[in-house]
C-alpha cells in the first residue's frame, strides 16, 4: 500500500530525528570530563549561535519535536506502554535499583578522589569521610535518609568548591535523592511525585549539558579532537550544534515524559558506546545514569496526559513550550554563567 503524504510526513520527520541522533553521539559524553574546561572560561558570543547551521538545526528540531509528541500520543495507547500494574513492587524495584547506584557511585568517587563525577576534584580526608559515611549510613539506615541526605551535602560541597551553574549539569543526583528518600515512605500515596521529581531532575540536567555545549563548543572540539571516531565521519561544526540540540531535546522530552522509554533506550545505546571509547572514567560519570535510565524504560511515564485539545493543536503548544524552555535556558546561562573553576591543584 502506498502511504499517504499525511503518513509520510511524520516518517520523514522521524527520518530526520533518526538522522540527528547518527550526529549526536558525543552527547552521551560529558565533556568538562575530558576537556580543559578551564582553559575556555567563557561562553561564545550570542552572534555565533544564529549561524545557518544552527538555525537549520534548530528548525529540525522542531518539527522533530513536534512529530515525536503525536508520536508518543500513539504510542502510550499500547498495551505495552501501559503503566504497571502493580504500581507498589515499581516503586520498591526504582528504590532499589536507584539507592544501589548512588551508593557504588559514592564508592567510586571516593576511590578517585573525586565527589560526584570524574571532574570534581578535592583534597583533605574530610569529604572522604563523609562519603564513608554515606555508604555506611545506606547500608544500617532503615528509615532511609542518610544516604539522600548525603548525596545533598556533598552536591553542596561541589557548589562551594566550584559554583552553582557548575554543578547544574548534575541535577539528577539531587532528584535520584529525592526519589529514594521519597520511595522509602511509599510516596506518600504518590508514586507519581517520586517519579516526577527524578524525570524533572534527569530532564534539568540534560538540558543544561546541552545547552553547555551550545555555548561552550570549544569543549567538545576538544572532545572530538580526542576521538574523532565520536563524529562518524561528519564535519565538527555540524556534530556539535547537533549533538547540544540532542541532548536539549531528549532532557527536555524526560522532563515532560514524553516518549520516556524510547528516548531512554536511545540514550542507554548510546551512553554504553561512549564508555567503549572512554573507558572508566566515562562508565563511573554515568553510572546512576544508567540506573536511573533503566528505571524509566521500566515504569514508563508516570503523569497523566498535561494538555488538552486537538493533537495537532497540542503538539504546537508542546513545541511552543520546548522554544521557550531552550531560549530560556540559554538566556539564563548566558546571565549566570561564571568562568568555572580550576580542578583543585595536587597536595604537596
Known sequence: ????????????????????????????????????????????????????????????????????????????????????????????FSEWLIRAALVAAVLLCRDHRVILTPELDYNGPLLSAVQLLVVVGAAIDRPGWILPLGIVALFAAGCVQYDLV????????????????????????KPWLAYGVLYGATGFSLCWAGIEKLVYPHWAAQVLAQEPALALGFPHELVVPAAAIVE????????TQTLP???????????????????????????LFHAVLLTFIVVGRQRPPLLRG?????????????????IGLTACYYLFATAPAAPLPAPA
Open 1 to 92: 500500500m502506498i502511504a499517504s503524504a499525511k503518513d509520510r510526513a511524520p516518517l520523514g520527520l522521524a527520518a530526520l530525528g533518526l538522522a540527528l541522533l547518527a550526529l549526536a553521539l558525543p552527547s552521551a559524553a560529558h565533556v568538562k570530563w575530558f576537556a580543559d574546561y578551564a582553559a575556555h572560561p567563557r561562553p561564545v558570543a550570542l552572534s555565533q549561535l544564529f549561524s545557518a547551521t544552527g538555525l537549520a538545526l534548530l528548525l529540525a528540531a522542531f518539527g522533530v519535536t513536534y512529530c515525536a509528541y503525536l508520536l508518543g500520543r500513539g504510542l502510550h495507547r499500547l498495551p505495552l506502554a501501559k503503566w504497571p500494574t502493580d504500581s507498589e513492587s515499581m516503586l520498591r
Open 166 to 189: 557548575h554543578m547544574l549539569d548534575y541535577t539528577v543526583f539531587l532528584g535520584a535523592a529525592f526519589f529514594v528518600y521519597a520511595a522509602r515512605r511509599h510516596a506518600w500515596g
Open 248 to 255: 536539549f531535546s531528549v532532557g527536555f522530552f524526560f522532563a
Open 261 to 287: 522509554r524510547l528516548c531512554a533506550a536511545v540514550l542507554t545505546v548510546l551512553m554504553v558506546l561512549t564508555s567503549l571509547l572512554f573507558g572508566e572514567t566515562e562508565l563511573v560519570g554515568h553510572l
Open 310 to 326: 486537538h493533537p495537532a493543536l497540542r503538539a504546537a503548544r508542546f513545541t511552543g513550550a520546548y522554544a521557550l524552555a531552550l
